[in-house]
């Protein structure tokens, strides 16, 4: 039944493991200053590692590993590339991106990314035309919720936060793109010449 | 002969008398952020209004100018060096972007809220931090006592022989709205061996001595004061019913902090993708 959730598994594990140490996160955050001036560039990388608190670790750490373990036993090398590359590339698109953001913690744009891959490998790989129309139903809904999310400058339903932490959109759409790429540019070679995997297609 | 000789005692025991009870005033130097805010009448000044923080905050740190006219015991070097010890300690606090230290010079005498008005404008900051000192040296005494006044209460210092006493005060000021947001006290007491010889040198290190030590008390005190300031911003007050409302809210630009934060309607969303995917059969590659 696929590949063994390896990758999704590591991550998890480490984020919690992480949550448990004293102090871990202040210095695994992103924080701009430090990376800055004192040239700490694994802050870009470990930023997805780290939460403001239980509950945005319990939620954001539930939805990566729920349709990370999905996504990996399907399409393992896609998932893994997606979540090693995730790391640098969210962390560098924030800092780049968000010039105005002083520190960042949080897995959502991994969550995010996972959830366009599943997405679009139900979408291109599905046998059934309502299961592939749920599945675009799905992305529909998420590109809905992340222009709500530009529109307003607020995450949709992001549950309470420490005082002064405001969620970020942008590292959701951050997340949704590298989704979409990784989904797209790894679909199974078969699906490339326009031909499915489904025997049938009703 | 016998009647000058009586004199001559009277003078002479007169005489030591009134050494001594000159030697034992004990040297003092002090400011007060009390004088600098409510110079005119605290009575008669504008009353506190409700607070909006925004966070991250700005926060500038200075010590309280001098009225008494008396030079302050420190240059403002040494002052820059105390005030960076309370920085370092609070500039990594996540809802601090940054702490300006600020030279007395900026501060008049008096100045009040006015000055602070000014301050804010020019450095750019949202609260102020106020430093304020009274150290006390008694050489001579066998015991004293005083009074220190603060903005909001007074304490009772007790001074024994050859000691050094050092209060420092910090109140947290919000600009805008003229409140005491919180308030932290740091003190250090040291005894030396006074002798007549080199005893300026002697009481000019226990001096410094004694800010050192007052400065890091004043610093966990602060943490502590900075912990419990926060707890009481949730119950919608600065200090407590009857005090001046409070609401923090977050830059919508910066924020203390961002966070890619996922809800309940993501979770809802990915358990209802999920159970799609696991109907859809799809197999794995």
């Known amino acids: 039944m696929g590949a063994a959730p390896v990758g999704t598994l590591a991550f998890v594990s480490v984020a919690i493991l992480v949550a448990l140490i004293p102090g871990a996160a202040d210095a695994l955050e992103y924080e701009r200053s430090r990376v800055v001036e004192d040239a700490q560039v694994w802050r870009l990388l470990s930023a997805q590692l780290v939460h403001w608190n239980a509950r945005m670790a319990a939620t954001d750490l539930a939805v990566v590993l729920l349709l990370g373990i999905w996504a990996e036993r399907r399409r393992p090398s896609v998932t893994r590339a997606m979540v090693l590359s995730g790391l640098p590339l969210v962390g560098i698109g924030l800092h780049v991106g968000a010039p105005g953001l002083q520190s960042y913690r949080g897995s959502s744009p991994l969550a995010s990314a996972l959830f366009v891959l599943v997405a679009m490998t139900i979408l291109l790989d599905a046998p059934t035309r309502s299961k592939r129309g749920l599945a675009l139903a799905a992305l529909v809904l998420l590109a809905l919720k992340l222009l709500r999310e530009a529109w307003t400058g607020e995450a949709f339903f992001a549950g309470p936060l420490p005082a002064g932490v405001v969620a970020v959109p942008f590292a959701h759409l951050l997340g949704a793109g590298l989704g979409f790429f990784c989904g797209w540019v790894g679909r199974p070679r078969r699906l490339r010449s326009g031909v499915h995997g489904s025997t049938t297609r009703p | ?285």
């Not at chain 2, 220190?148 to 420092?168: D, F, H, P, S």
């Not at chain 2, 006074?194 to 966990?220: H, K, Q, W, Y």
């Open chain 2, 1 to 285: 002969m016998k009647h000058a000789i009586r004199w001559l005692g009277a003078v002479a025991v007169f005489a030591i008398l009134a050494v001594a009870c000159v030697a034992g005033r004990p040297l003092v130097v002090k400011n007060s952020a009390l004088d600098f805010l409510y110079a005119d009448n605290a009575a008669t000044a504008s009353p506190p209004s409700d607070v909006r923080l925004e966070l991250p905050l700005r926060v500038g740190l200075a010590f309280a100018p001098s009225a008494t006219g008396i030079p302050d015991p420190f240059t403002e070097l040494q002052k820059q060096e105390l005030l960076s010890r309370v920085r370092e300690a609070f500039e990594q606090n996540e809802f601090i972007q940054r702490i300006e230290v600020i030279p007395t010079t900026y501060l008049a005498p008096a100045g009040g809220f006015e000055n602070l008005e000014r301050l804010r404008v020019a450095f750019g900051v949202d609260l102020m931090g106020l430093v304020s000192y009274d150290q006390r040296q008694f050489t001579e005494t066998g015991g004293s006592s005083w009074t220190y006044l603060t903005v909001i209460g007074a304490y009772l210092v007790k001074g024994e022989k050859n000691e050094t006493r050092t209060v420092m005060d910090a109140v947290i000021y919000d600009i805008p709205s003229r409140t005491l947001l919180f308030r932290a006290a740091g003190s250090s007491e040291s005894k030396g061996a006074a002798t007549p010889v080199g005893v300026n040198r002697r009481l000019r290190e226990e001096s410094e001595g004694g800010f050192d030590t007052a400065t890091d008390d004043l610093i966990v005190n602060l943490e502590t004061a900075l912990e419990t300031f926060q707890e009481q911003v949730k119950s919608g007050s600065v200090r407590g019913p009857g005090t001046p409302a409070i609401e923090v809210v977050a830059n919508p630009e910066t924020g203390a902090g961002g966070a890619g934060a996922f809800g309940a309607f993501d979770l809802m969303a990915a358990l209802a993708l999920l159970a799609v995917a696991w109907r859809s059969r799809i197999p794995g590659h």
